[in-house]
């Protein structure tokens, strides 16, 4: 697919300084105080590296068809970032998106408007799952580009960073994008789009009902607006109504399978309590038949690049375990994980399905070359898992750990 707007890669250590604005080795002895492990501030060091000056956060340097900055990696990236400490990194990425919200307003607007008045959307019109660095819109129209999720995962993120940074209020800069953003959820809430995966554009997914849930949840608290909490409401009763299926959550409207990306219905999101009786035989569902190797697949007919294992979604299930409290589960999930970084620090997309699904795996590499070997998002779960298992190792807090279990997932 062609792609425009590739950005250079600055990956030599000389250019780092000047690229991030930022003395990276500096930040490394920081980190050392919020979290000893190596790999971690090799992670959290990654990531910096790879966001722009501008604060866009870039998928992947190495694979060609990610040099883009998406709102769903991006989103979890910046939370991951706030979780070292990172808060400055987290606000620039803040910015950029409300820069790129503002660019793409009239967009937005349209759809919005479109939709009130039953005005047939073409999905190429929509706003964009991904932005060029420089924030500009990707206009390609062999991209799935309707996906809702990633606006609701920049809400939330965007509330955690002002929660942990303190800010009790919305900052006027924010403040149009917010109402925005949150006007657009509230009116595509319960319309099919492309799901996480970019994929099945006429479902209505999940774990992309759970992002929007808790982007409605962050923008009614941040705007005092009861009209999004109710919506909010509106998003949790249709995945309790129609989700559950089976005695357990499902993909989508058009499919019983599981998919791992469900686990967000709980951690982070809370749409459901993460004891939830349905949810509890939802992860089990999910770990019989999406275990790869020790990590977790996306979901059981997966084909792209044959379905190896994801260390995003492997963190998601230890992220899962903790707010259960079981550190052994979650301590194995993070093992899984740090085993797959490589010498040379980079974390990458997924593992195994070139001996799992032999062919399907060599269909992708002969259209796209080799899947990402450095993958941010997968970085910033293994963060946020890290940290997450660090607050049980250091109760300093004088706290109970079922608390900080809490503290270590709830948004
Ligand atoms: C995944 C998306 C992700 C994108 C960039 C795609 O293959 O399906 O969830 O946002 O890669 O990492």
């Not at 919305?170 to 009116?187: I, N």
């Not at 099919?192 to 009614?220: I, K, M, N, Q, R």
């Not at 992860?283 to 995003?312: C, H, K, M, N």
């Amino acid at each position: 697919m062609a792609r425009c707007k590739v950005p250079r890669r600055l990956a030599a250590t000389s250019l780092i300084r000047n690229w991030t604005g930022r003395d990276l080795s500096k930040t490394s002895d920081q980190l050392s105080d919020v979290n000893p492990e190596a790999t971690v501030r090799a992670s959290v060091v990654s990531i910096l590296r790879n966001q722009e000056e501008n604060g866009a956060i870039v998928a992947s340097p190495d694979f060609a068809e990610y040099r883009y900055c998406w709102l769903r990696d991006g989103s979890f990236i910046a939370y991951a970032l706030d979780q070292v400490g990172q808060h400055d990194a987290s606000a620039r990425y803040h910015s950029w998106v409300n820069q790129a919200i503002e660019g793409i307003s009239e967009l937005i607007d349209r759809a919005i408007e479109w939709h009130q008045q039953e005005r047939p959307l073409h999905p190429d019109h929509m706003p964009p799952a991904r932005f060029a660095l420089d924030g500009s819109n990707v206009v390609d129209d062999d991209w799935p580009n309707f996906q809702i999720d990633g606006y609701g995962t920049w809400l939330w993120s965007l509330g955690q960073h002002l929660l942990s940074t303190g800010q009790s209020l919305l900052p006027d800069e924010f403040r149009g994008s917010v109402e925005r953003v949150g006007r657009y959820l509230d009116a595509f809430a319960l319309t099919p789009c492309f799901d996480v995966w970019e994929e099945s554009g006429t479902a209505l997914h999940t774990s992309t009902l759970a992002c929007v849930y808790g982007g409605l949840t962050a923008a009614a608290r941040l705007l005092d607006d009861d009209d999004l909490a109710e919506r909010a409401s509106t998003v949790r009763s249709q995945v309790r109504d129609s989700a559950l299926r089976l005695g357990r959550y499902v993909k989508s409207s058009e499919s019983d399978d599981v998919d791992a990306s469900i686990l967000w219905l709980a951690t982070p999101f809370r749409v459901v309590e993460p004891s939830d009786r349905y949810f509890a035989e939802t992860v089990r569902t999910i770990e019989q038949l999406l275990r790869l190797d020790g990590g977790l697949r996306r979901y059981p007919t997966d084909t792209y690049f044959g379905s190896g294992a994801w260390p995003v979604l492997t963190a998601s299930l230890g992220w899962h375990y903790l707010s259960v409290g079981d550190l052994d589960a979650a301590r194995e999930a993070r093992d899984w994980v740090a085993a797959h970084i490589d010498a040379e620090g980079r974390l990458g997309e997924q593992f195994g399905g070139e001996r799992r699904d032999p062919q399907h795996y060599r269909e992708w590499l002969e259209r796209w070359g080799p899947p990402a070997k450095d993958l941010i998002w997968s970085h910033a779960m293994y963060v946020v898992l890290c940290t997450g298992l660090a607050k049980f190792a250091e109760p300093h807090t004088g706290r109970s750990r079922s608390e900080d279990a809490g503290d270590a997932s709830q948004p």
